[in-house]
């Protein structure tokens, strides 16, 4: 009775069109309803301390070296630096895009901002070049799925506050994850390609090549610092954070010069406002946490799922199901903050570990960003780019197929994902 009251008031809240942090709220309090302990001072002091915690800090800053890295030229040079590096290759345009992917994930961990970006840099070049809009629009928006896994990554972060588990651990373990899945859709836009008879740009020479590079090298040094700094022990993800923000800011404005002191303040503006709108949903979230493990909903999830636990295969496979499907109806910050509470404890009596199980959670919501009809990053190329969605849709398809088909080969080989991990620890 009481996981169908949580979920009865949590989608029906949703259903009445509530936005996700109030339905939240109102789960956690008619839980406390049922119960029989509904106390309003609790209410508010599960919603403080939910925002009050020393790792989430790093979500505001990340956001706010998001949005300078984008304004301040920071994007726009290791797109060039890609094109001069693979923009000549049949379809280079495509490779262009991943490559740029890979390397701005690795600055700025926000799905929703690498794909805006991408969007406005690569999609009219790609579409002026004869590509087909939609099949670009559909590369550009996959490959911004790649942007909370490649460290550093906020997903990882509100994970790591949810579930306990060491950010720093999380950060390293999805580099390679990240990588594989920017090599699964390098093969799918060569196939998707292979048959175009489009003339790509000349080869850049050595010399122009270097020198994008050396244009760039500011901009590279960022995700360096960070992964250097964290492997060392340096600094905290927390820390690592502001020095992002520092070290954006400080690049944009000293060394580039492109950010000007009023686009500066619409910068914050920008970053406070999505700060605020992500921290209210993990504060409403807590709500929903503290009232779970009150109720004793995971002892009763994991009576109901006994026989997979001695198969961590089969219930790993299970859980990804049930992710793929709760992706296409949510965002991927209120499906982290709901299930992982869930989760966890089954995860810990089928023996999984966590950190190998928070990089496949954080890759099959980041997949749901793409998944209509409510994916986050469709609804951002197809208004950055002009499209309709159903075109965007349309054009994603092929590349996220092969995305879920790399997940679920994580999910049968998790050494793809732990060896790697523990030679970056």
């Known amino acids: 009775m009481t996981i169908a009251v949580f979920l009865g008031a949590l989608l029906g809240a949703m259903a009445l069109g509530i936005p996700i942090a109030f339905s939240l709220l109102l789960c956690g309090a008619a839980l406390m309803w049922h119960m029989d302990m509904f106390d309003a001072q609790i209410l508010a002091q599960n919603v403080i301390e939910g925002s009050n915690s020393f790792p989430l800090l790093a979500v505001p800053f990340f956001m706010l070296a998001g949005e300078i890295m984008n304004t301040g030229g920071l994007s726009r040079r290791i797109v060039d630096f ?55 629009g559909g590369l550009i928006a996959a490959c911004g799925v790649i942007g909370p896994i490649i460290p550093p990554s906020i997903g990882f972060v509100i994970f790591g506050v949810a579930a306990n588990v060491s950010i720093s651990k999380l950060f390293l373990a999805g580099i390679m994850p990240g990588v594989v899945l920017g090599a699964g859709l390098w093969i799918t836009w060569w196939w998707l390609t292979r ?52 070290y954006a800011l400080f690049v944009a404005t000293v060394i580039y010069r492109e950010l000007s002191f009023k686009q500066l303040c619409d910068v914050f503006v920008a970053s406070a406002k999505t ?49 793929m499907i709760v ?86 080989f998790p050494s793809i994902v732990m060896v790697p991990a523990h030679w970056f620890y």
């Open 275 to 323: 700060t605020s709108v992500v921290m209210f949903l993990v504060a409403a979230a807590m709500v929903s946490a503290w009232m779970i493990t009150v109720a004793n909903l995971p002892d009763q999830v994991i009576s109901l799922l006994q026989p997979l636990l001695d198969s961590p295969t089969l219930l790993m496979l299970a859980i990804m199901v049930l992710c």
């Open 327 to 412: 992706g296409t109806a949510m965002d991927m910050t209120p499906t982290i903050l709901i299930l992982t509470p869930v989760l966890m404890p089954l995860i810990k009596a089928a023996g999984i570990d966590p950190v190998y199980f928070g990089v496949l959670f954080i890759i099959n919501n980041s997949i749901g960003l793409v998944t209509p009809p409510v994916g986050t990053v469709l609804n951002v190329v197809a208004g950055v780019g002009r499209m309709r969605m159903d075109d965007v849709t349309r054009g994603v398809m092929p590349f996220m197929a092969v995305q879920f088909v790399v997940m679920f080969l994580m999910v049968l």
């Open 82 to 136: 890609a094109m001069a590096l693979v923009g000549h290759i049949r379809g280079g345009l495509g490779y262009v895009t991943i490559l740029a992917a890979c390397l701005l994930s690795a600055l700025s961990g926000s799905a929703v901002a690498d794909a805006a970006a991408l969007t406005s840099l690569l999609l009219p070049m790609m579409v002026k070049a004869g590509h087909d809009k939609a099949r670009s």
């Open 195 to 246: 048959k175009e008879q489009l003339s790509p740009p000349p080869k850049q020479p050595l010399s122009e090549v270097m020198a994008a590079l050396r244009r760039a090298t500011w901009a590279l040094m960022l995700p360096v610092i960070i992964l250097v700094g964290l492997r060392m022990g340096v600094f905290t993800p927390t820390e690592a954070a502001v020095v992002a923000a520092v």
